[in-house]
């Protein structure tokens, strides 16, 4: 409803249309209604300023549902209002859904503005965050519909790709016949085709937190393409982390990629998740398990902190042989006792962490988990979304990456990737500065490096003793120098998983477009209810707790300080102070607060019965029925801010309640007023003296009675 005009018998097929005109033109003209009569059958409306001529009155026709306006006088003689109260939550969400829709990460300040130039009215940013809120609710449809059409959109997945496998797992509690989601495993064709063409045989595997209101956790796998850059292979939404879960996500994706033999030849990466260690030694057995060096580290320099144990323990996981990985053992050892055992214990073992025990099936060397925390990071916005929403965010972030990647790689000249391109540039110019090859009459060659050492590479083989070139499968500097002396040309001994024909047959699989929920077919089997929700008291956490090493202050490289010296005199445990130390605090008393009905008045009753006696009132004045509306509004108002205000004092209150009232001040009270005598009772007075006060103290609840009721004490 752009601009709507009213005028004398027309007519509105609901109440509800016509209250929608009528906000959409006070806000318009910058004008404040107030609403005399309002339900299904009348309403009346004045405008909020004094001795404004403005009225509108509309009413049911005889025989029919629809309202007529009966009375209208359009005439208004008031100045404009910036802070109109026209403008609520539902309005704004209805008249900026689209704009919302199409800007889902529009920030509330921003959208606060936004909204105030338009309806030239003034927008709190709480309002439209609010707003905001319900709009993209309402787009996204209900959580709880989401839930319920969950097998509809895994068979819409199918119908656009047939190679897609999808598993949904429900429980089914005692209470109720209906299924409970429990997890969901999607694995799109395209991606199991795409991985199956070119990626090798290296999966990274984490899990992330999800940020809705019924919590649960992601977990995804994603594997490496020629470019050295993160291909997802599977993804499922799970109620936890745990070895159970993990194994279920296991055994789905060792189906589908058709892993044989307990997993030999393959390697995955892991940031020891909860649960995964054991899903490996039960689902893939003989697979090469690697720890990411990174989140180690973040453990080790916890107890270890300072650059020298840093670099270190980075020293001791990048070494390629043995020799030199022993040789940094030894320093560390020399640094500091205590940090050899820890990287010695047994529940990390260097196979899974150090490359001089990589095996070199899988031409990668790769010794951190970034490929899936750059992942997650990538769809952090949509992990706090309901779930259809959140997995067809993802999917369609996948389809628009495979496109962009396929078009650029297109367009890009040369046999070999970019990424692995720099490396053997690197390595040409290293070898050219560092190396002296001599051959020995064959393929096997003698390199001497610069400061003294040798080694030796097989051309033929593929291989060199520092095993740089047997891990990654881009020749070292050892062997470019190798292969420059016999004439050859560098790009021959790369890796076919790096070539742009690779590249390209994988990223020719490409994820197919589906159709939104309302061309969904229905199934028949019964809807698919949420996780029971628990909701944990204060507000909230989305934000992920980052280590000292990533809380960074804006602007400069200082971390934040760690008070390490600081202990508390009762509980003697260090972190803080006897002032902020909980044990020595007694325990909260609950306060229970009575309610009293409140009593009607005598007096009242009777002059309410004389004026029904007296007949019909007179029609009242539009200013009479502006100040009953302002009345009315002030009375809700001062109702909430007493109950809020005795709940505040009932809850802070720690002593007993006040002694109770003498029994003089009882029979002073209970005496009959006279006439023209200023009344006495046990309830304050407002303007009474000290010493009545004191005479007569009243309780808590009286209080809030008198207040709620808006009468005074002397009627």
Avoid at 94 to 118: C, G, H
Avoid at 418 to 429: G, H, T
Avoid at 677 to 690: I, K, L
Wanted: contains cysteine; positive net charge; aromatic residues 8%.
């Amino acid at each position: 409803m752009k601009n709507p005009a009213f005028k004398l018998k027309m007519k509105f097929a609901t109440a509800q249309i016509l209250r929608d005109a009528l906000r959409e033109h006070a806000i318009q003209g910058g004008w404040e209604y107030v609403f005399i009569k309002n339900d299904k059958t009348r309403i009346q409306v004045v405008c909020k300023e004094d001795n404004c001529p403005f009225d509108l009155f509309a009413s049911k026709m005889q025989y029919e549902s629809t309202l007529m306006v009966k009375s209208y006088d359009p005439v208004h003689k008031c100045p404009r209002k910036f802070n109109n109260s026209m403008v609520r939550q539902t309005y704004l969400t209805s008249k900026f859904k689209d704009q919302i829709a199409l800007n889902e990460s529009w920030k509330p300040e921003s959208l606060a503005k936004t909204m105030s130039a338009s309806i030239k009215a003034r927008v709190s940013k709480s309002m439209a965050y609010r707003a905001k809120r319900a709009a993209l609710l309402e787009v996204e449809g209900s959580i709880i519909e989401q839930y319920a059409r969950l097998r509809d959109y895994g068979r819409e997945l199918q119908r656009a790709d047939p190679a897609t496998i999808i598993d949904t797992k429900c429980a089914f509690p005692t209470t109720s016949n209906l299924p409970v989601f429990k997890r969901m495993y999607i694995c799109l064709g395209a991606l199991k085709n795409g991985f199956k063409a070119g990626c090798r045989t290296i999966i990274g595997l984490d899990g992330a937190h999800l940020k809705s209101c019924f919590g649960g956790q992601s977990l995804t796998a994603v594997g490496i393409d020629a470019n050295n850059t993160s291909w997802v292979i599977a993804y499922a939404m799970v109620e936890a982390e745990s070895k159970d879960s993990w194994m279920w996500f296991l055994e789905l994706m060792v189906s589908d990629l058709n892993i044989e033999h307990e997993g030999r030849g393959w390697t995955f990466i892991s940031d020891k998740q909860k649960g995964l260690i054991p899903a490996f030694k039960e689902v893939v057995p003989r697979a090469h398990i690697r720890f990411c060096v990174r989140h180690m580290w973040t453990n080790f320099t916890k107890l270890f902190p300072g650059k020298v144990m840093k670099d270190q323990m980075w020293a001791c996981a990048k070494s390629t042989t043995l020799p030199y990985f022993q040789k940094e053992m030894e320093d560390m050892k020399a640094l500091d006792f205590d940090a050899y055992k820890w990287l010695t214990a047994k529940d990390r073992p260097a196979i899974h962490w150090c490359r001089a025990y990589f095996n070199t099936d899988g031409d990668c060397d790769i010794m951190i988990n970034n490929l899936c925390e750059s992942f997650n990071s990538w769809i952090l916005e949509a992990r706090g979304k309901p779930p259809v929403t959140m997995f067809e965010e993802l999917r369609v972030k996948l389809m628009k990456r495979v496109a962009m990647r396929k078009e650029k790689m297109e367009a890009y000249h040369g046999n070999i990737c970019p990424k692995p391109r720099v490396v053997i540039e690197k390595n040409k110019l290293r070898a050219a500065t560092d190396c002296i090859s001599t051959f020995n009459g064959g393929d096997i060659a003698e390199v001497e490096n610069i400061e003294g050492s040798k080694n030796v590479v097989n051309l033929r083989m593929r291989t060199c003793t520092c095993r740089w070139w047997d891990l990654s499968g881009i020749p070292c500097k050892h062997a470019i120098s190798a292969i420059y002396l016999k004439r050859h040309d560098p790009d021959d001994y790369v890796a076919a998983c790096y070539l742009k024909k690779t590249y390209m047959s994988i990223y020719n699989n490409l994820i197919q477009p589906v159709n939104s929920m309302d061309l969904w077919s229905r199934t028949e089997d019964p809807a698919i209810l949420p996780p029971q929700y628990s909701r944990q008291p204060g507000r909230p956490k989305t934000a992920r707790m980052k280590d000292a090493s990533e809380r960074v202050q804006e602007g400069g490289v200082k971390l934040a300080r760690v008070q390490r010296s600081l202990r508390c005199s009762n509980c003697k445990q260090v972190g803080h102070n006897l002032k902020t130390c909980q044990r020595h605090l007694p325990p909260k008393e609950k306060v229970t607060v009575v309610n009293k009905k409140r009593k009607l008045n005598t007096q009242e009753e009777q002059t309410s019965e004389n004026q029904s006696k007296q007949g019909k009132k007179s029609p009242m004045t539009k200013n009479e029925l502006r100040q009953k509306a302002k009345e009315r509004d002030e009375y809700q108002r001062k109702k909430k801010a007493a109950l809020k205000a005795s709940r505040l004092e009932a809850n802070k209150s720690t002593s007993k309640r006040s002694r109770p009232v003498q029994a003089a001040s009882t029979q002073q009270s209970s005496r009959p007023v006279q006439a023209g005598s200023a009344p006495t009772s046990t309830r304050s007075v407002q303007g009474s003296n000290p010493s009545t006060k004191k005479a007569a103290t009243p309780s808590r609840s009286s209080q809030r009675v008198r207040q709620n009721s808006g009468k005074g004490a002397g009627k």
